[in-house]
């Protein structure tokens, strides 16, 4: 693993265990950052373990996708209120 990875990992999963969220197995970070000198934006993905196979780590952006979708939705049915015409 790569030091960042390694760093990455002991300090989400100490995070989750500290709030009762269990064990952490794979993770991927996905950052947007600001190049100081210049303002650029760039994206930043990093995966724990560090040799988490590209496939898995898209699976996994993947599913985090598809299940904030199904959160959305579920808020937008649950509140009568929403109405795509007012955005």
């Given at each position: 693993m790569s030091q960042l990875a390694d760093d990455l990992h002991t300090a989400i999963s100490g995070t989750l265990r500290a709030h009762g969220a269990g064990l952490l197995?794979?993770?991927?970070?996905?950052l947007e950052v600001v190049d100081e000198a210049t303002g650029e934006l760039g994206l930043y993905v990093?995966?724990?373990?560090?040799d988490m196979p590209a496939w898995d780590r898209s699976g996994l952006i993947g599913y985090a996708s598809m299940d904030l979708a199904g959160q959305i939705t579920a808020c937008r049915i649950d509140d009568p209120g929403t109405d795509e015409e007012e955005e």
């Open positions: 197995s794979r993770a991927v970070l996905v990093e995966a724990s373990p560090a």
